[in-house]
């Protein structure tokens, strides 16, 4: 038998249960924690960037001063 492609009963998943306080407006623990753990991967990414551009000038100083020797 052939599955329905117009009964969408199920699609998209369930919805999350909403504690008492979430109901009346209050802003979920869930939400806090997404939050720092946004920042703590913010901050993972600021540190990665600085020690790549740390090391690329590191490498890049030796080539250049071998290039300025060989060139005059």
């Known amino acids: 038998m052939a599955k329905s492609r117009n009964n ?3 699609v998209g998943g369930q919805r999350k249960k909403l504690s ?4 009346q407006g209050a802003g ?21 960037r600085e020690r790549a ?3 690329a000038a590191t490498t890049a100083e ?6 300025s020797p060989a060139q005059s």
């Open 53 to 55: 551009e740390a090391q």
């Open 20 to 23: 008492r306080a979430e109901q």
């Open 28 to 48: 979920s623990a869930r939400g806090a924690d997404r939050k720092a753990a946004e920042d703590k991967k913010q901050e993972l990414v600021r540190k990665m």
């Open 62 to 67: 030796p080539a250049a001063d071998q290039d």
């Open 8 to 10: 969408l009963l199920g």
